[in-house]
């Protein structure tokens, strides 16, 4: 019997090759698994429905929330699923557990003009010509097309080159798609491939590698991380007057959505251009838009209780 260092491991594999999960997946389902393994403390291949039912009560217990014990639950099905088709066990003790069900709540979502806001200052924000474009183009980008912060951050400088309409990114599960750039951000791009070439030019005279990727850095994947742009983003929400609590890079991911659907964009195009594989996902908008509309209707109408 394998023990279960080596099981998570084949598991891991497995899905990576199989999914095509990205890092950021495969590092959640093997910390979930390790923590299963530390408070069952047993082989996972002889753990029973019972057991796994009790470790869920505590993590309960233990002040975990909805969205926790509900992504434990996944890795944990995920799992038995993977060592019953392996033929390492014949039942899946997780068969029969069922998670919390979480409350949808509506994402946080930011009007325009606080995206403006957030552009002017973003524009500025730096101290030198090269961080602000780059500053720039970056909002621009993310404004523009709605691509999740970890697309853009590894964006390969090549797609971005000759002021593309349309740029095609990997997303989740490598699956590809096409994303809009407008043209304010076409703008900001020519100004930052300006500056970040030449500063690469230098660069590579000095004897050091050029970067495939637009937004290179000296991190260890090569490129602008998703934590620095967090960091940057809340600092100019700050100075743009934007409540930073409300905003991150994924909630201008909102913003992008939200303004297009308000604008009479479709829902299956928005749906794509975001790469949800259920249009479900992407009808959480609408919500939000229809809420606007009825505060706005409750505010301004003549007959409304708030406006009298």
Known sequence: MKNNSELIEEFLEAKYAEAGLSENSIFAYSRDLKKVCTKINKPLLSTTQTELEKY????????????????????IKQFFKFCVESGYVSTDPSSQLSGPKSPKSLPKTLTMEEVDALLEVAKTHGQTEFQRAR?????????????????????????ARGRPKMILIKGKGSKERIVPVSPPALDALDRWLKLRDKKEDLSIKAGF?????????????????????????????????????????????????????????????????LGHSDIATTEIYTHIVNDKLKSTLEEHHPLSTKSK
């Open 56 to 75: 869920f009560v505590n993590l309960e217990k233990s002040g975990h929330s909805q969205s926790t014990r509900a992504r434990h639950l996944s890795s």
């Open 135 to 159: 500053n720039e183009c970056l909002m621009e980008l993310l404004y523009a097309s709605g691509m999740r912060i970890s697309e853009l951050m590894s964006l390969p400088v090549s797609t």
């Open 209 to 273: 590698k050029g970067s495939n990727f637009l937004f290179p850095s000296n991190s260890k994947n090569g490129h602008l991380t998703r934590n620095w742009f967090f960091n940057k983003i809340k600092s100019w929400a700050i100075e743009a007057g934007v409540r930073s609590e409300n905003v991150s890079p994924h909630t201008i991911r909102h913003a992008f959505a939200t303004h297009l659907l308000s604008n009479g964009a479709d829902l299956r195009v928005i749906q794509t251009i």
